[in-house]
């Protein structure tokens, strides 16, 4: 018996801990829980106010995008009305100028403007001075272009690329259709050639090669064209009139060693031009960015003289030559407007910062070719097909 009772006290003990030690248990778990809940009642308040700003942002959002798409609209609506219009009045444009009569093309008392006495007297000054050397300086012509004083579409023929120009001494037209053929067009007029269908009322005039690019020339009853050989370049020199080749002369640089003139008109290796002073070739090399110009013999194809001009070839497209001053015209790969943006005199009178900046119309892409014709101060022009005329306005160079 007394064995017994401190046993019943030890478990009376033991059970009362035990009841005390779960009691705590419980409690700190259940303040465990409560403060898990009012972390979750936080985090539920956060994910309903972010999700109704979400929802009010992406609103906004909806709402500024679809005025975006109505001012895009409403902007693409205005361009393409803008477009049609000015297609509408390029098509207004184009049908007066067919309408009205081709003047300029024929219009025979427009020619070259004498030079004054005081500059006749000049020019025979510094010859008997003994200042000429050879062909440094081109002292018979003193006109440059002031502007583009007319533009006249006279009809779509042929290739993209090509090129047309008049002979000066005669009205008769060439047409030189394509960038290697061998067959030339040759009209007794603007007028016939205007009336003709294509070439239905030309004489073809077959070539004994093929001409290659768009930079052939006429010049006093000649035709003067390049033909490119595997190692070489060749000029050629056409009788016209007999239809016999005249002559042909090597050109002095090697095909490995030429570029193309024009960056943007790759097909012409030199371009032949002609002008008040004679034959002229444009040309680049290898070794350099700029386009040269050379003074050739038009008799014998011989290069008299050379020159460096320091235009960039790249974006060039085409380039003629006008009293001795070399007229590069550029554009961009995507065309745009044709502008004048290079010039050099052989006589160093006009520099780039002298010369007026000549801007031609916007039209269709970019000329293949231009040809100026002294004789009538007009420009023959081939773009995208279309042959075009610019009539020049000239005034005189500075004399130095």
Request: hydrophobic residues 35%; proline residues 4%; negative net charge.
């Amino acid at each position: 018996m007394t064995t017994a009772v401190p046993f019943l006290l030890s478990l009376v003990l033991v059970l009362t801990n035990g009841q005390y030690y779960y009691q705590g248990l419980m409690d700190y778990l259940e303040n465990r829980f409560l403060a898990i809940e009012d972390r979750m009642l936080i985090w539920h308040e956060q994910s309903n106010r972010y999700n109704t700003e979400l929802r009010h942002f992406k609103k906004q959002t909806a709402e500024f995008i679809k005025g975006l798409n109505q001012d895009h609209g409403t902007l693409r609506q205005d361009l393409e009305g803008t477009g049609v219009r000015v297609d509408r009045v390029e098509r207004e444009m184009d049908y007066i100028e067919t309408q009205n009569p081709a003047k300029p093309c024929v219009n025979q008392a427009d020619r070259m403007v004498d030079v004054d006495l005081e500059v006749k007297e000049r020019v025979k000054e510094r010859k008997r001075g003994g200042e000429e050397d050879g062909y440094s300086r081109v002292l018979d012509c003193v006109d440059i272009i002031s502007s583009i004083r007319a533009m006249k579409i006279l009809k779509r023929m042929g290739s993209p690329k090509g090129m047309w120009t008049k002979d000066a001494r005669t009205s008769k037209v060439y047409v030189f259709n394509g960038t290697a053929e061998d067959t030339v067009y040759q009209f007794s007029s603007v007028l016939d050639f205007l009336s003709s269908p294509g070439v239905a009322h030309s004489r073809p005039i077959r070539l004994p090669s093929l001409w290659s690019g768009t930079g052939c020339a006429v010049y006093n009853g000649y035709a003067y064209y390049v033909m490119e050989g595997a190692d070489e370049l060749q000029v050629i020199k056409y009788d016209l009139a007999n239809g016999t080749l005249a002559d042909s002369a090597v050109f002095p640089v090697e095909v490995a060693d030429h570029r193309p003139v024009y960056s943007l008109n790759p097909e012409t290796a030199v371009d032949l031009a002609a002008d008040e002073e004679g034959l002229w070739a444009l040309y680049t090399t290898r070794e350099s960015e700029s386009i040269n110009l050379a003074k050739m013999d038009p008799d014998s194809l011989d290069i008299e003289q050379m020159w460096d001009t320091q235009c960039p070839q790249e974006n060039a497209e085409a380039a003629f030559v006008v009293c001795g001053t070399v007229y590069v015209v550029y554009n961009t790969r995507v065309p745009s407007r044709s502008r004048v943006q290079c010039v050099f005199d052989v006589n160093d009178a006009v520099t780039n910062e002298e010369a007026p900046l000549l801007y031609f119309p916007r039209r269709y892409g970019l000329h293949a070719s231009l040809k100026y014709n002294p004789q009538e101060k007009q420009i023959y022009a081939w773009d995208d097909g279309y042959l075009i005329l610019y009539k020049l306005s000239m005034t005189r160079k500075l004399m130095v």
